[in-house]
């Protein structure tokens, strides 16, 4: 999950994510192997209390300097590294991806390659991108509260 990206769209509609519903969800898809939630550190006071109780690993991004003096986010770096490597694993079948940018797209493409069954679960922020290289019935609603 690329926290920043939907928190951030949930605030604006004035609702949070639904944590607990998402867990529900994911466990449609089958047995969750591991569940990610990608943030960047400056995020760490927003996030809900209940994460560890449904199984989420936190993940913290730290800021990066890239040759000037902007502050970058790394989330979507670490997500595409992290997220390639389990796609070696035989015994993941299938890629969650719970965001809605584009830059998911290398991920989602090497997952593919592989042989993994690949869904999206965002906003209707979805990229373009991502809705022409994924199936349509794989792209469900973010749950919001």
């Not at 949070?16 to 519903?21: A, E, G, L, N, S």
């Amino acid at each position: 999950m690329d926290y920043k990206n939907v928190a951030r769209n949930a605030t604006e509609k004035g609702k949070i994510v639904d944590f607990k519903k998402l867990h529900e969800l994911l466990l449609e898809f089958g047995e969750i192997f591991l569940a990610f939630v990608f943030i960047p550190d400056n995020y760490v006071c927003s996030l809900p209390n209940d994460l560890n109780n449904l199984g989420f690993e936190v993940i913290f991004c730290q800021k990066m300097t890239e040759g000037s003096d902007k502050l970058e986010d790394t989330v979507d770096i670490n997500m595409i590294q992290i997220g390639t490597r389990f796609c070696y694993f035989s015994e993941i079948t299938d890629i969650v991806i719970v965001g809605h940018d584009k830059h998911m797209a290398h991920l989602i493409k090497e997952a593919k390659n592989r042989k993994k069954k690949v869904s999206i679960i965002g906003t209707e922020k979805i990229s373009n991108i991502l809705r022409k290289i994924v199936d349509m019935e794989n792209v469900y609603n973010l749950p919001l509260k």
